[in-house]
């Protein structure tokens, strides 16, 4: 069967503007091509996204369609830019919006986030990339994701201003590289097991 | 001479609906107010906040007028809920556009932050206080804010859902009212200091 | 094949005293031993370990025997109190001396951590128990643990000063009793697939 | 009225080895010295510091001698390497240890920390020093010290493995000298402040 990945881009710019988030998330969808994992990328921003714990925040806001988005997915990847060393606002706000769906649940009763997979990119100029892991990934595991080991990657220079991303040609930073094939390693390991195995709903439930 | 605060509210919900965390707040200003301190209330969510590191994310942008009430205030209350055991979205948007915001500089050079005091109040049905107190008052020490001793007050209820402020009667929790008289009674101590006694920029070293 | 797992008890406070920590893991271990799931419970303030980045810190060191009990374990759990808003410093220790234990390596040159499984319990009287949660789920997962959803319980009562899990009968709490039998049962479930699917090293691809 | 400075250097390391946490330490006590500001400088692990929250943690404790240092302090600065993207579990230790003496008051019944000023100096080959200085600046803050705007300095590296802060000179990397000058010039201020200006004891206490 074969899986597919959606990849949340939660910069705080636009998709008419270049994301340094982005390009690192092309090098981990690349590598899932080539294991035959489709991929589908979402710049957050370029939605209207509305605020509050719910699924749906009203006749404009375009969360549902990202609810599609999520179902569809075996493997979910969430990325953000760093800003005062911690994640973006953006990447919050998708946190929140999640969080405000997990009444929506899949035929055993569970949240529809079960039996899925999960990642995350950071970029920024320097300093905070652990943090914003760290605090998104126990989002994920909190709403029902699985979380592989090392199931992430990141990139950024040294304490205080200076060079993005692709000015600095992270792809060919050694350390980010090989994260990225771990977690591409990984993420895909894992959702092939859940294609084969399902965690089983607990008693009450 | 007058003190003047101003109360970001990072709810994430509008002014037309009630808000635990300005219950809180409230219960902070109709202190400051005792203490002869002018106070205004803003609901973020009520104006259209632009996403960027920037002062001004383009024609439709509100963040300028706030910006407007920020030169104004000489205490500054940043105002959030917990959501997934951390501050809300609206709070890190305000934040980034606050670190977009630097570059406005006082008569002396200093970006205009300095020499105001700040504070942050939270409240959460559960568990995030302090990581939501630790973030705010570092970014807004980062962005210049002197921030007094134990400026910063909260209420929260036990492990997992529950009632939040209002229902719960938060405002006659013992260690949360404590928290308001230190936090005011500090705030307003760090603010009167201010007022006679300016930091001399570095430049002048 | 039993499966067997390790509670790392990371309270301030020798096995001599009374831990309420211990008091929610045995609550833990009482569900996986019923599972037919062996338990092993360590008190790591009453072994000498001593502060490095490494696996064995000199002749007195004990680490290496806590080694030895987290080569055998199919989970670990590791327990930790709160403290200023945070998981405690001997948590934190623990963290420290598996990062330096990296290089022990399984058969097939993975870190010896990989294709276990973790979880977190956390108690304290007050706030604080995500950001415990994140920060060693964050850090379990860097080392090459298994994250299953929902892998962690905890208790704490209202903002400030106030009883702990024992005194306040916290084994009666509906939201953490459920989190601990979702924990026990997501962890049981992934320990008995990584019994059967081991993740294939990277060098393969 | 001569100020002194008491520097808590919170290494895994006793000060047989090189610290490059001191080394950046040794950056801002030359520039208060230059000041007239004396300083003294404290490698916790070089002392028996016990577990707990609690002034006195037996006979073998040595807490108690830097109680006594940190009394004598106008001016007190948190220095912590980077593990696993967090500051120490020396420096939490630390934070426990000083929460465990808040009953120690001076003559006008006020927590010790009070009138006194805070700052923190990470340093790290890559990523976690905000994190490590919003921790630290909150326990401090909650303690009772003031802290002055953009009270710290830090180094690091690349994103992974890479030199330390003296291989790597950061001695002379501009953002960090700066942040450097910024805070000495703050602290100082401040210092000088509550020389002259006490913050007065809340109503009830």
Redesign the interface.
């Known amino acids: 069967m074969k899986q597919h990945a959606v990849f949340l881009n939660c910069s ?2 636009s998709s008419e503007e270049l994301s340094n988030t982005q390009a690192l998330m092309d090098e981990v969808a690349q590598r899932f091509e080539r294991r035959q994992i489709t991929c589908e990328h979402v710049r957050i ?1 370029d939605y209207q996204v509305g ?3 719910t699924d749906n925040a009203g006749p404009e806001d375009e969360w549902p369609k990202i609810i599609e988005k999520l179902k569809d997915a075996d493997i979910v990847i969430i990325g953000t830019p760093i ?8 990447s ?2 998708v ?2 919006r999640m ?1 405000g769906s997990q009444e929506i649940t899949n035929k055993e009763g569970q949240p529809f ?2 039996n899925k997979v999960a990642g995350v990119v950071v970029t920024g100029n ?6 914003a ?3 998104i ?3 994920l ?11 992430y990657t ?8 200076g060079p993005s991303f692709i000015e600095a040609e992270g792809h060919q ?4 590289m090989n994260q990225v ?2 977690m591409v ?2 993420l895909s ?2 959702a092939s ?1 859940h294609a084969e ?1 399902k ?2 709903p ?3 439930e």
């Open positions: 705080l710019k921003v605020y509050g714990i800003w005062l060393g911690e994640k973006s606002s953006v919050k706000k946190l929140e969080d986030f079960y320097e300093d905070g990339a652990k943090n892991i760290s605090s990934l126990f989002g595991s909190y709403l029902g994701y699985t979380v592989p080991p090392e199931s990141y990139w950024l220079g040294e304490a205080g201003p930073h050694a350390f980010t094939k771990k390693h990984n390991y894992f097991l195995h965690i089983p607990t008693e009450n």
